[in-house]
């Protein structure tokens, strides 16, 4: 492990240790009983079998858009579409699970395809923009992600509604679609082999492959990239289709893994949490999963304080937060490596 | 005499005490180094870049902060945290790069922050009345009505000293004065500074040419990667001796230029009527040039006279607005860079930091950038992770990188070791053409010296180079040919290098002379261009 690799990780426990001082801070000067509230958050997860897979199962969707954001940023691309992407995803493998008739595992690949079809899609169209007319893909896909939200609740009111229930949800997809539950007790099902391919397969594109090399160097310092000969343009848009197609494949895991008919009324917020994790992972991909298992406990901690004590859930968005401005904050502890630098730079120079 | 030596050593102007500065990167740029400058001394502070030079001129400055140390200035000791410190307490700097307002004029410049005022208006009269007094004063004359941006690179040195003598300096540190200026200019500097001295002023002068050093200063101290080697009267050490201290070694100062060959070899880039406009400005008309196989192009001018378009036009990185660009006999204009590498071409860029490597990454994947999609580091598809670090290694082995492994970041390396990834990156491909865009600048004298070794080795065996400096000395000892740029146009080309004079190479660079562009033309292409 290199010295930096150390720093970082280093940074990233302090960050979390800070953030976590602060919000007893906040339960302290709120609750009636800090104590007992902070004990739930932070045990929680871990109190039912029911809540452990709850936390573990609500690390899935955060894995893919973490991956999906991870792949846009290495390439130096701030797409912030996978919000979008992930909603329409879940919206087309909605209908392909309604609307085909095939045998059991067939019908799931399908639908998975139609969920990276409609996210690739997402991706592609402010990734042309940018190579193209060099628009902002940070704006585009900002904007989109509105459009991706009113076309899916369009799609699903006026074409995929069941009209039986009572609420606004979808018709059920049909059993041979479905991703199996392994217990009865928890919703983990299958969806969680599909992300640790997806996890396997981004960081082989980021890290074994020509087209991932060319996506990093272009991340790095896209002059050298486009002095080196690399077509910088084409990775931007290539990034942007699969980053895209990863975070609509986070949509249709969850659809076939845990609803089973759609019945979102508003954008569920994964993209987003997705830009925390890949911050928090550096943008690699193996580092992913760690981060999303990490952020699920805390939003599952939160719910547990919530439903017992007199915190409202809330106060892990202060938590979040604290860890992202420390994370990123280039100078936090820079002072600290500085003295570290120092000694060991005098250690060297006593020794030789 | 004596007595008077002693007083002076006894009281010394300035005295920097146990400087030690280390980078966040863990570079030590200053060890424990003490430094000492006599009051009305013109001290040369020498050294390889990277040796610490400017980092110990920025800590007096108050530009960076020391780690440990402390600094005297006429025996009393002073704290120096900022540019606005180190005024009060007489310091001036001049830097490399001129921190001046290209839009205002001369006397605006010079007054900028200590303004003449006449009630709450400024006073432009008092402050034109003051930059010709202070330019008379020290022999050192400016027009101050004109506006920076159309004054020359000579003219605008004279007003970043102007600006730091108005401001009190006593002390004047001049960060490589000559490196941007022709041999006239630097003439005329020389003599500045040596009035400058006679009324007393203390002048440290950081540089990396040795013959400038003999000539102007009274002592000169050398430092050699971050630790002070020596002090030493001018007059009693030589050339050799000073820079055998810099390098630790022997070194030939004299880089030999490839021999000429038997026959000429044959055509390997062709610019025809290059025409390149920016920003509404015509920064390239038409230019024409062709390097044959093994020979040097060498292109000599001031910096800013349309060398680095012309370098950005024949590797595709910008565009070109009219004219033709050859490589091995294949349509080069308006190709991507990708595309013109492909036909043979190779480019050692004048910013390494931007164009030449990704600092983050390592330097393997730094190696590969221009070949990480052909064998044996790639199928075309996926990486071949072990070929990739065998090539680092075997790079760094030819080239003498160094550093504890190919998967170091590049940007934790020395300037020298960095142009050495970039140098060998670009020379290991079997290129047909190099384009070498400033090849040695800033980086050590031992890092110049294989720099200039392996371009001569690729043009012995066969490759044609091109090689743009504004220094004039490495492109007249390399070039077999060189050409002069002046404002975007080629004004003059010689076909023989051995004998040419410096300072009629310096009237052309100056735009005082030039040759007929059709005579330019003619000699260089065996014919017109049409």
Redesign the interface.
């Known amino acids: 492990m290199t010295r ?1 690799t150390w720093f970082e990780l280093l940074r990233t426990g302090v960050a979390i240790a800070v953030a976590l001082l602060i919000g007893f801070v906040v339960t302290w000067l709120v609750s009636e009983s800090p104590g007992e509230a902070f004990g739930y958050f932070l045990k929680g997860p871990f109190t039912s079998i029911r809540r452990l897979g709850a936390f573990l199962e609500a690390a899935v969707p955060l894995t893919f858009t973490g991956l999906a954001v991870s792949l846009v940023f290495s390439a130096g691309q701030f797409n912030m579409g996978a919000e979008g992407h992930f909603f329409i995803g879940a919206v087309a493998a909605t209908a392909a699970g309604i609307f085909f008739d095939l045998p059991p595992v067939i019908h799931t690949l399908v639908c998975l395809a139609a969920g990276m079809a409609a996210g690739a899609i997402g991706g592609f169209i402010p990734g042309i923009l940018k190579a193209r007319w060099n628009a902002s893909e940070l704006v585009a896909s900002l904007m989109l992600n509105y459009v991706f939200l009113k076309l899916g609740m369009y799609l699903i009111t006026y074409h995929l509604r069941d009209p039986s229930a009572g609420a606004l949800v979808s018709l059920p997809l049909k059993e041979t679609s479905w991703l199996p539950q392994f217990t009865r007790t928890t919703k983990l099902h299958a969806g969680i082999l599909v992300m640790f391919l997806a996890v396997f397969l981004c960081y082989y594109f980021l ?4 087209k991932g ?2 996506a ?2 272009t991340g ?2 896209i ?9 910088v343009l084409s990775v931007m848009l290539l990034v942007q289709v699969l980053g895209g197609a990863v975070a609509g494949l986070g949509g249709a895991v969850e659809m076939l893994g845990i609803y089973r008919r759609f019945q979102w009324q508003a954008s569920p917020g994964y993209g987003f949490d997705g830009v925390i994790i890949a911050i928090l992972a550096r943008n690699n991909p193996l580092l992913v999963p760690v981060a999303a298992v990490f952020l699920a406990y805390l939003r599952v901690g939160a719910d547990v304080m919530a439903l017992y004590a007199d915190v409202s859930a809330e106060m892990v968005s202060i938590i979040q937060a604290v860890i992202i401005l420390l994370v990123t904050a280039e100078a936090f502890l ?1 002072g600290y ?2 003295r570290l ?2 000694k ?2 005098k250690q060297r ?1 006593s020794a030789s | 005499m004596r007595v008077q030596a002693e007083l002076q050593a006894a009281s010394p102007i300035l005295l920097m005490k146990g400087i030690t500065k ?1 980078y ?3 570079l ?1 740029a200053n ?1 424990n180094v003490t430094f000492e400058v006599r009051k009305g001394e013109i001290h040369a502070l020498v050294g390889e870049n990277g040796a610490g030079k400017t980092t110990l001129m920025k800590v007096l400055f108050g530009l960076e902060k020391p ?1 440990e140390g402390s600094i005297f200035i006429k025996g009393r000791e002073v704290r120096i945290s900022s540019p606005n410190d180190a005024i009060k307490h007489g310091v001036g700097m001049v830097h490399q790069h001129f921190m001046l307002a290209p839009s205002l004029t001369v006397a605006e410049n010079i007054v900028l922050g200590a303004e003449p005022t006449r009630g709450i208006w400024f006073d432009r009269k008092q402050a034109e009345l003051m930059c010709r007094e202070l330019g008379e004063k020290y022999g050192l004359p400016v027009g101050p009505s004109a506006k920076i941006k159309d004054v020359p690179v000579g003219i605008r040195q004279r007003v970043e000293i102007l600006k730091a003598l108005l401001r009190g300096s006593e002390i004047l540190v001049l960060d490589e004065p000559t490196a941007v200026l022709t041999p006239q200019e630097t003439e005329e500097l020389f003599e500045a500074l040596k009035s400058l001295k006679e009324m007393g002023h203390t002048i440290i002068f950081i540089s990396h040419k040795l013959r400038e050093v003999k000539e102007l200063s009274d002592r000169v101290t050398v430092m050699r990667s971050g630790v002070l080697v020596g002090t030493r009267d001018t007059g009693q050490v030589t050339v050799e001796e000073i820079s055998r201290m810099m390098v630790g070694r022997d070194v030939v100062l004299r880089p030999l230029r490839p021999k000429a060959q038997e026959a000429p070899g044959e055509v390997r880039l062709v610019v025809k009527n290059l025409n390149v406009v920016r920003d509404s400005t015509h920064v390239l008309r038409d230019v024409s040039l062709q390097v044959r196989a093994g020979e040097i192009l060498g292109v000599a001018g001031v910096e800013g006279n349309g060398q680095a378009e012309l370098v950005e036009a024949i ?1 595709g ?1 910008s565009p070109v607005d009219r004219g033709e660009v050859w490589v091995c006999g294949q349509d080069a204009t308006g190709k ?7 036909m043979g071409l190779s ?1 050692i ?1 004048q910013d390494r930091m ?8 390592s330097i393997a ?1 730094n190696l ?3 070949r ?2 052909k064998q044996p580091v ?1 199928n ?4 071949d ?1 072990k070929a990739i670090s065998g090539l680092g290694r075997e790079l760094m082995g030819r080239f003498e990188i160094k550093a504890s492994s190919a998967q170091q ?1 590049v940007g934790t390396l020395s300037g020298g070791n960095i142009q050495k990834v970039v140098v060998a990156r670009e020379f290991s491909t079997e290129p047909k053409v190099i384009i070498a865009n400033q090849p040695t600048r800033g980086i050590d004298i031992g890092a110049t010296e294989s720099v200039h070794r392996y371009l001569v080795e690729a043009t012995e065996s066969g490759t044609a180079v091109l090689l743009v400096s504004a220094d004039l000395t490495e492109v007249m000892s390399l070039s077999n040919k060189l050409i002069v740029m002046y404002e975007g146009q080629v004004v003059a080309y010689f076909d023989e290098v051995e004998g040419l004079d410096e300072e009629e190479i310096g009237l052309y660079m100056l735009g005082l002379k030039r040759q007929e562009p059709d005579e330019v033309a003619t000699s260089m292409m065996g014919r017109p261009v049409e």
């Open positions: 930096n890290y074994r492959t020509t090399y060319e990093r160097m790095h310092n002059s050298f990239a486009r002095y080196s000969g690399i077509p820079a490596r500085h630098t120092l060991e730079v120079a | 280390v966040p990167n863990g030590v060890s780690d590797t990185l991507s860079p990708g595309e013109i590498r492909n480019h860029p931007v164009f030449g490597v990704a600092s983050r990454a994947e590969i950038s221009t990480y999609n790639s075309g598809f996926s990486l992770i970041p």
